[in-house]
């Protein structure tokens, strides 16, 4: 389970990834800032808010050389305009809601700000009448388009890669193809009528195909090479491939994805921890003991990351957690640890993988990357494309991203992620991963129809689903808890994806069904056995019920146990795989296995019992037809009810369903057997897996869908009156605030600010509020005139359509200046914070924050006097107080 971590100092920058800074950059930069004048330098800090991997920003000023040598832009660009700005009459149309450089790791954005910046961004395109200014326009327009269009061919194509890349090294733990090392069995063995498809298990014969068997069985006992010698061989050929394959995944994801390795220039300098005086010479500041429990480290490829893509989505900042490193490092440690056997899937990690490619190619379009609201819109429709990839199923990606990741969703979004699922799901269909010409390979039609008197086992199979649901996940977190995090294992993760993996092996080679891979096993699981047909999916054709159903049955019911428990206890290790399938039968499918499993047993137990009294009333509607019954319809059901109990998602399951089947004839069962789980599930357990995680990882997720009781609670028991400020009757100078901001680090507010305040008779009055930030990158641009006196002032009211200024901090920008003063941090002051009187109810503030997208709220008293800030980590805190309570 993605975890977040220990805030240590000294992670390597990576020079490749987008805008680091190396690790001599990164030097030159610390030492230009303590170096000047009479500043001190801040001491080395550890905040449990924020990560070691923040980096220190450039805080000298840039010359323009540099800045066109480089081409690297300045960390104020966030907010720069693009289409030229007039800086001699710039302060006339700076903004009302203040300037932003860029956000750092783990704090939230300013919903409010980039959406008055994207407003004031069309205002200007709207000026323009000329046929000019008309192309621009509609070129703006269509850059979404653009982008959603190439997320959803990228994602096709990496999908296409891992899907083939898993498939060949899952067989390669069996043997090898004689006509090329490169084909998987599949392929090496292919038929061309898929309903006489075989599994690729030792059992199926094919002259092409060699099994290690063949190959070593001579060198363990000449002339003898059947029976426990050659079942030897396997085994072992089969475990040390398998333990190879997760060991290198989890190595992988380790030392390529692990938080304190990321560095990036949007990262704040003075808020990261690695900021610390690299002069000896120079004397630091002491810093307070601090007790506040450090913050883990969170590898980034590990897991399915829906939960931190649903984090993000939010609004929360992770930078690298969509990079290209996390990209590669997830897309090929994906195909490793799915390939090794161990009961996870490779469908849920695609919506991560989907949104690090729409992450990276919204970049080069300043549209959206210096907006990171509008950033947000392509990851909900990359989320979609995930999902379609995954499922073969563009309309449930488009519901997955609507019901389960996405935090704000308009309907232009919808479009767009719809647009962009089409041309995914078509583009892997062309494709054709599996040489079936299906885009996932458990896509299964069913020729019969459903009947009344199975609503009632459709239904038992809810009741299953909710209570294995609520169960995997309340027994997958106390694992997590008591075990991976309470014991010796959570120091060496490396060791404990090799004893899962050895178990694994040990528990499933002897077990047909729990050995095959997971898409394989979902995929007869679910097939309907026609008359005729020579394929009997792996024995699980019953033909005769009293003969052959015991047999089959145990053995499936072993597969259930054994694959639900090792999923509850892989659930979390340090590898990318995901739980969206297992549900469906990955991990992912893990979970749909399990599903699949229960589903196929109680399907041929009723198949048995229609055998047995096909004259009964109760099977009136089957007039006497034995293969009345179709248990993979069941095992269908099955899956989709367990995957609902443990994800709690609802209707984008149940298209995602339809559109597997290629049918709506089985939306009644398939919508109630969803519907009984989900209830089931929230009767035992109210939090899905996703939102368990978040809360175990401490990710801060605000849950608009959940409602919260008030009580007698006011605005004045959250209200933080402790928060410094500024008062403009005092003289601040650049020392002064920079020890105001070394204290409100120190006190673990990084994600904070400062109110404004100016004496007004009796109280005090607010004049604006500054972000820390933001306060930080302006000192750094007046650091050598430490005793100079800083400047707060309204700067007139707001002009739509204004350019948004990006700052003053480059030798080319200051030459375009002319009177403005660097040292008024007007700016950079949000002149028009949202407030809210402290007699307001609670439910106000939560919709400030989740309607509005606030990231504080300032709170005054009846008479306009300011009383105390609320910002949204505190909101956070103070809900997960509050839940606790009442719960």
């Not at 590669?328 to 996870?344: Q, Y």
């Amino acid at each position: 389970m993605s975890e977040t971590a220990s805030l240590r100092t000294g992670g390597p920058a990576s020079i490749a990834s987008y805008g680091a800074l190396t690790r001599t950059d990164r030097a030159k930069s610390k030492s230009a800032f303590i170096s000047r004048g009479r500043l001190s330098t801040l001491s080395r800090l550890t905040m449990p808010e924020y990560s070691a991997s923040a980096p220190t920003s450039p805080h000298s000023p840039r010359s323009f050389k540099d800045s066109i040598l480089t081409s690297r832009r300045p960390i104020s660009s966030y907010d720069q305009s693009g289409d030229g700005v007039d800086y001699q009459n710039a302060e006339m149309d700076v903004k009302t809601n203040g300037i932003r450089v860029w956000y750092s790791s783990f704090t939230s954005i300013d919903w409010l700000h980039d959406t008055i910046k994207d407003s004031a961004r069309h205002s200007r395109l709207r000026r323009h009448k000329s046929t000019r200014g008309i192309l621009l326009r509609e070129l703006d327009r269509s850059i979404g388009w653009v982008i959603v269009t190439i997320v959803g061919l990228l994602t096709a194509v990496v999908a296409f890669l891992i899907v083939r890349s898993e498939q060949w090294l899952f067989d390669i733990k069996e043997g090898y193809c004689r006509e090329g090392w490169l084909m998987a069995r599949r392929f090496c063995c292919a038929v061309k009528d898929d309903s006489a498809y075989r599994s690729s298990l030792p059992e199926s014969p094919c002259p092409a195909w060699r099994t290690w068997a063949d190959v070593f069985g001579p060198m363990v006992k000449e002339g003898n090479r059947m029976g426990f010698e050659a079942e030897m061989v396997e085994y072992v050929a089969y475990a040390l491939v398998a333990l190879s394959l997760a060991v290198v995944s989890s190595l992988l994801t380790l030392n390529l994805t692990a938080s304190t390795s990321f560095v990036t220039r949007k990262d704040s300098g003075v808020l990261s921890p690695e900021f610390a005086d690299l002069d000896a010479g120079v004397k630091t500041l002491p810093a307070p003991a601090r007790s506040e429990q450090r913050r883990k480290v969170l590898y980034y490829a590990a897991g399915s990351g829906i939960p931190e893509i649903k984090t993000i989505l939010s609004g929360f900042v992770i930078h690298g957690y969509l990079g290209g490193r996390t990209l590669f490092t997830k897309s090929v440690g994906l195909a490793l640890s799915v390939a090794s056997g161990l009961s996870l899937g490779k469908e849920g990690p695609f919506v991560h993988i989907a949104s690090c490619i729409g992450n990276i190619v919204s970049r080069f379009f300043g549209k959206y990357e210096n907006n990171e609201a509008k950033r947000r819109e392509i990851l909900s429709a990359a989320s979609a494309a995930g999902v379609a990839v995954a499922f073969g199923a563009p309309i449930g990606g488009v519901l997955f991203s609507l019901e389960e990741v996405s935090y704000f969703f308009p309907a232009k979004v919808m479009w767009r992620s719809f647009f962009c699922a089409m041309v995914a799901a078509m583009t892997l269909k062309l494709l054709d991963p599996f040489g079936s010409g299906k885009l996932v390979l458990f896509q299964v039609t069913y020729d019969k129809d459903w009947h009344a008197y199975e609503l009632i086992f459709f239904l038992l199979l809810g009741v299953f689903g909710g209570v294995w649901g609520a169960y995997f996940s309340k027994l997958n977190v106390r694992w997590t808890r008591y075990v991976r995090n309470g014991t010796w294992l959570k120091a060496h993760p490396v060791f404990e994806v090799f004893l899962v993996t050895l178990l694994t092996t040990i528990l499933c080679f002897v077990n047909p069904y729990t050995r095959m891979g997971m898409t394989e096993l979902v995929y007869n699981l679910f097939a309907e056995c026609r008359p005729g047909s020579a394929n009997s999916h792996e024995g699980l054709c019953v033909l005769n019920p009293p003969e052959q159903a015991m047999p089959v049955i145990r053995a499936i019911f072993v597969a259930l146990i054994v694959k639900g428990a090792l999923t509850i206890i892989t659930f979390g290790i340090k590898l990318p795989a995901g739980i969206f399938i297992p549900s469906l039968g990955g991990k992912s499918l893990k979970l749909a296995a399990v599903g699949a499993c229960a589903g196929r047993i109680l399907g041929i137990l009723v198949q048995w019992m229609q055998f047995s009294h096909p004259d009964s009333p109760i099977f009136a509607s089957c007039k006497g037809d034995l293969d009345c019954v179709v248990p993979g319809l069941y095992a269908m059901v099955g899956a989709a009810a367990t995957l609902s109990g443990v994800t709690r998602t609802t209707v984008s399951l149940a298209v995602i369903m339809f559109e597997l089947t290629d049918t709506l004839t089985y939306t009644v069962p398939v919508i109630l057997s969803v519907l009984v789980a989900k209830t089931v599930a929230d009767a035992l357990e109210p939090k899905g897996i996703y939102d368990l995680v978040i809360d175990l990882s401490e990710l801060p997720y605000l849950d608009a869908k959940h409602t919260h009781l008030w009580g007698n609670l006011q605005i004045d028991d959250v209200t933080d009156r402790n928060v410094d400020v500024i008062r403009l009757e005092f003289e601040n100078t650049v020392k002064t605030l920079r020890d105001q901001l070394q204290a409100l680090i120190l006190a673990g507010h990084s994600d904070g600010g400062f109110p404004i305040l100016r004496a007004n008779g009796e109280g005090q009055r607010m004049v604006g509020y500054i972000g820390a930030n933001e306060l930080e990158h302006a000192l750094s641009i007046v650091a050598d005139d430490a005793d100079r006196a800083i400047s707060f002032h309204s700067v007139g009211p707001y002009e739509h359509g204004g350019p948004m200024m990006a700052s003053f901090s480059s030798e080319a920008e200051s030459a375009m200046q002319g009177a403005l003063d660097s040292f008024d941090f007007s700016p950079y002051m949000d002149q028009a914070p949202i407030t809210v009187q402290s007699n307001s109810p609670l439910e106000l503030v939560h919709q400030f924050f989740i309607k509005l997208g606030a990231r504080y709220v300032v709170v005054i008293d009846t008479d306009g006097f300011y009383e105390g800030v609320i910002d949204k980590k505190t909101w956070l805190a103070f809900l997960g107080q509050l839940d606790e309570k009442t719960s």
